[in-house]
Nanobody, 113 residues
């Protein structure tokens, strides 16, 4: 299994930006950023192919979030702009589909109104 360590979360005001990082323990193909808000199911918000050519976004974040990766450093990023209170959640990265791969601790993102 590939393990992931997420970082970069924090408290930000609505309209602000954050950049999340995800360090992987091994090589991976498609990787996604997921998030889970309190009382909600975990959802996939962005994904990127192994070579970084193809990306996909949930409608709720399209145009505001950008996923990228540096395969030499085994790191995936999520640039989040124009943040909204509804973006508040714990953010995780994992392979896509996540299947049985284990989850990291995630990083908390809190957006105040």
């Amino acid at each position: 299994q590939v393990q992931f360590v997420e970082s970069g979360g924090g408290l930000v005001q609505a309209g602000g930006s954050l950049r999340l990082s995800c360090a992987a323990s091994g090589s991976t193909f498609s990787i996604g950023w997921y998030r889970q808000a309190p009382g909600a199911q975990r959802e996939l918000v962005a994904s990127i192919s192994g070579g970084g050519t193809y990306t996909n976004y949930a409608d709720s974040v399209k145009g505001r979030f950008t996923i990228s990766r540096d395969n030499a450093k085994r790191t995936v990023f999520l640039q989040m702009n124009t943040l909204k209170p509804e973006d508040t959640a714990v953010y995780y990265c994992n392979v896509v589909p996540s299947g049985g791969n284990s989850w990291g601790q995630g990083t908390q993102v809190t957006v105040s109104s």
